[in-house]
């Protein structure tokens, strides 16, 4: 089968090409699926420059989140029938055929798209799991960084059906502006991440925090909690040293914690898991604008598809196609 592969780790744009590969077989509790959209993630990125938390066995076949139909499945697996189109998160999902877990594997309703099932398996799941470890209480106020990312709107959207408060900090050309996540306003503008929550704040902290960013402003981040209050870091983009004292989380009861996607699901029972895709796939129905695309290629233009995610001005992913 044509597959996307790599040898050795380093940047996509050198260290990737388009070969062949055997079609992989279910192992027990897998399922063989026939892909019909990958969407290039983040984390796919990290996983070919080798700074994910997966190690490659080489050749490795890149990629991880997908969409695609069922062709078989490996033993102990007995509730998808062939032909289930599904979302899945596996590695090895640019290529014509991939294996996932069972667990790892979502029924796509057929009102959803290939291009929002593409991205399922990842972003809105990362999504519900940020929100279900905050663990808060209606009315609680909750800063999300990154703010023009597609997990920041999936955030914002369950957020609001919580009655939770929202706030998002986005940067912009001359510094950063945080904006209400409930109707779109403006709240402050300035210069750095610590000006901008002094503006934002005004008496007033955040119970929890979801942080993609990291570095040295996850410290105008903490000082931005309330007593209690939670600091979740979930992203890398921009994971420099930064220095910290004990006593800044001691004195205030505060809890730092790291999210990964793979350990969450791993740690949630199937009606967890039932209920969260129960939710998210009605949520994607109502607002699909939530995960746009903005760019198609077919698997052999691997190489354009990178261009457009290195290129891009807006907020949307790039898929890769049959
Ligand atoms: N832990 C997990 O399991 C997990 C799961 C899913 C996603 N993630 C992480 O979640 C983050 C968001 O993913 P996504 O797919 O939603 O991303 P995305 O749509 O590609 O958006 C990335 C956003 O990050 C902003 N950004 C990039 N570098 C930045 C920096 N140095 N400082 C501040 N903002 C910066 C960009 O801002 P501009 O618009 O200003 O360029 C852009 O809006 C990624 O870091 C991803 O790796 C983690």
């Known amino acids: 089968m044509k597959a996307i592969l790599f040898s050795r780790t380093g940047l996509p744009e050198e260290v990737l090409s388009l070969g062949t590969a055997l079609e992989p077989t279910p192992a027990p509790d897998q399922v063989l699926i026939r892909v019909t959209t990958r969407s290039i993630q983040p984390a796919d990125l990290l996983f070919i420059e080798g700074r994910y938390r997966y190690t490659p066995s080489f050749p490795q076949i890149a990629g991880f989140d997908a ?10 697996v007995t509730d998808l029938a062939q032909g289930t189109r599904v979302a899945f998160r596996g590695v090895g999902a640019w290529a014509e055929m991939a294996v996932a877990s069972r667990s790892r594997v979502y029924p796509v309703p057929e009102a959803l798209s290939d291009d929002v099932a593409s991205q399922f398996a990842l972003n809105p799941l990362t999504a519900w799991g940020l929100i279900d470890e905050c663990r808060l209480a209606p009315g609680a106020r909750l800063l999300i960084t ?9 955030l914002t959207l369950l957020a609001r059906r919580q009655g939770l408060n929202p706030v998002l900090l986005i940067r912009n050309e001359d ?3 945080t904006v209400d ?3 779109g306003s403006v709240i402050a503008h300035a210069a750095s991440v610590a000006q901008v929550l002094q503006g934002t704040l005004k008496g007033e902290g955040f119970n ?6 990291g570095g040295v402003d996850s410290l105008a981040l903490i000082d931005a909690l309330l007593p209690g209050g939670r600091l979740v ?3 890398l983009l ?6 910290l004292k004990g006593s800044t989380l001691l004195r205030k009861n505060l809890i730092w914690q790291g999210f990964g996607i793979e350990k969450w699901v791993s740690e949630k029972t199937p009606e967890d898991m039932h209920e969260a895709t129960r939710e998210l796939w009605a949520v994607l129905a109502e607002h699909p604008h939530v995960m746009p695309v903005i760019g198609r290629f077919p698997l ?3 190489q354009e598809a990178l261009q457009a995610v290195r290129n891009a001005t807006r907020p949307g992913k790039v898929l890769l196609t049959n």
């Open 300 to 302: 052999e233009r691997f």
């Open 146 to 154: 990154a703010g023009r990312s597609i997990v920041a709107s999936l």
């Open 208 to 213: 929890a925090v979801l942080d993609a960013v």
């Open 175 to 177: 510094g950063y502006v």
């Open 233 to 235: 870091t979930y992203g």
């Open 238 to 243: 921009s994971d420099t040293d930064i220095t």
């Open 181 to 183: 996540g409930n109707d």
């Open 67 to 76: 969409v695609g139909t069922v062709i078989d499945t490996g033993p102990g």
